[in-house]
């Protein structure tokens, strides 16, 4: 296997949605991975924040091939053991009521607007349907959930959207305000704003919109399908905040690269549904469930998290000690971080690449790590020592 004959046919056969790195991975261990030529990469992106235990981990193997071995799918036509456990442990994590499974972080997004509209539906309310969402946010890539995301880029050429959205400041209360009316149903919120550039909310700004909620009568739903399971030393990244939504979702890291979305709701938001009003073939399948109890046990466990927010200060301090006049900021919880650059970055990202550390741009002007949550002391020296390498090589004018 060489990585250019592969990257030839995919070229000539796949469909061309994604502008790709050259390079090929077909193995890893840990926070590291092998192109097809042999080559060996720290891996601080983790397939985008997914790969949370990091790669081929021995636990999960066990639990993948036992299930494999068993049942691999049914239908939510019947009951299925695995999916009742996982819910059981993300209610009983969160403190909330019930949760719903799909595949994907869209689908996540996608029954969590459904579920908004349903639910003041079913309470008579059906003027109620418009939710504010916020500029720079990201939600996924399904017609619903773009038109949630609040940047044009993603959006253009999409026409007609569907209706019932509109977009606020981030961190900005008053901006909230000025949009609530009697149609107002759901403020709709990453914690911490990822694709856009790793911007966490101001905590002020998070209890703001709890209040709000209360308030208006409106549902508070966060999209933790990047900052939660753990990526910021707590399991869900309001908790850190100490602010507490009607409605969850996830999806990334919740099953360490098995595919798998979820929606976890109050009792009082989840009651917005009932039998025929959402489902998905495959959510919540006896594989996908099997994997995500194993790392819901794993990640949930508080040394485990704990470790995460240690490792994140290692990682946070480090960064902030690199000079470099072309660094304006570095921010991020846990091991989720940005570094925000006064440029754009790609040949960076390039040039980090050819140094062997994997890590990916967060907007044109953020360099972003979200390594293995598993990433040890000494990886992260070596992947600052990299990064500071390739800063010396990243020439500019
Ligand atoms: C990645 C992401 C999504 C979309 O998830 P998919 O699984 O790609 O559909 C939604 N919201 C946030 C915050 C994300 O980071």
Known sequence: MYNEAIIEEAQKYVMNTYGRFPMV????????????DG???????????????????????????????????????????NQAALAKKLVEISGMGKAFFCNSGAEA????????????????????????????????????????????????????????????????LDSVRALINEHTAAILAEPI?????????????????????????????FDEVQCGMGRTGDFFAWQGYGVRPDIVTMAKALAGGFPI????????????????????????????TAVACAVVDIIGEPEFLERVKARGEGLAGALSAIRDPRITAVRGRGLMVGIQF????????????????LVVGAGPNVLRLVPPLTILPAEIGTAVSILKTSLEAWVTV
């Open 25 to 36: 991975p077909v193995r890893g261990e840990g926070c590291w991975l092998w192109d097809a």
């Open 39 to 81: 080559t060996q990469y720290l891996d601080c992106v983790s397939g985008i924040a997914v790969c949370a235990l990091g790669h081929a981990d021995p636990r999960l193997q066990a639990v993948l091939k036992e299930q494999a071995e068993n049942l691999w799918h049914c239908s939510n036509l019947y009951w299925i053991p």
């Open 109 to 172: 997004n996608e029954a969590a607007i459904k579920l908004v509209r349903k639910y003041f539906y079913r309470r008579n309310r059906p003027e109620k349907y418009e939710i504010i969402v916020f500029n720079h946010s990201f939600h996924g890539r399904t017609l619903a959930a773009l038109t949630a995301t609040g940047q044009k880029k993603y959006q253009e050429g999409f026409a007609p959207l569907p209706a019932g959205f509109v977009y606020a400041e981030y961190n900005d």
């Open 193 to 221: 704003q990822g694709e856009s550039g790793i911007h966490p909310a101001d905590p002020d700004f998070l209890a703001g919109l709890r209040a709000l909620c209360d308030e208006n009568e409106l549902l508070l739903v």
């Open 261 to 288: 979305g979820a929606m976890i709701a109050s009792d009082e938001a989840a009651g917005g549904f009932a039998p025929g009003d959402h489902a998905s073939t495959f959510g919540g399948n006896p594989l996908a």
């Open 342 to 357: 006064d440029r754009e970055i790609k040949d960076l990202i390039a040039i980090c690449m050819e140094n062997g550390l």
